[in-house]
Nanobody, 121 residues
Framework: VQLQASGGGLVQPGGSLRLSCEASEFTLDYYAIGWFRRAPGKGREGVSS????????FYADSVKGRFTISRDNAKNTVYLQMNSLKPEDTAVYYC???????????????WGQGTQVTVSS
């Protein structure tokens, strides 16, 4: 089971990025997906999650109203649209799969490699 997060990069404050989480060798349809991040010198933080059907989404207060999680099961991909980015959003972002839509990392079973997001002028 492999997950791959992509789409990170360097963006100015106020800018946007869209992260993608793709799976190889298995289908994401049956899994809830969570996005997590780890900023320099800080612990891992739950950012957003979506249930397997896509009907339930959850966001950390720090990103609510700015980030949107979605999934396209036909493409076996989950997205995190990040708008109005702030310097404090700078972190390595990871996607993870589990059976519960949660932002608590202990409940996620499979993790991908992260993608770096840097928000700086």
């Amino acid at each position: 089971v492999q997950l791959q997060a992509s789409g990170g990069g360097l963006v100015q404050p106020g800018g946007s990025l869209r992260l993608s989480c793709e799976a190889s060798e298995f289908t994401l349809d049956y899994y809830a997906i969570g996005w997590f991040r780890r900023a320099p010198g800080k612990g891992r933080e739950g950012v957003s999650s979506i249930n397997s059907g896509g009907g339930s989404t959850f966001y950390a207060d720090s990103v609510k109203g700015r980030f949107t999680i979605s999934r396209d099961n036909a493409k076996n991909t989950v997205y995190l649209q990040m708008n109005s980015l702030k310097p404090e959003d700078t972190a390595v972002y990871y996607c993870a799969a589990g059976y519960i839509a949660t932002m608590q990392s202990m409940f996620m079973d499979y993790w991908g490699q992260g993608t770096q997001v840097t928000v700086s002028s």
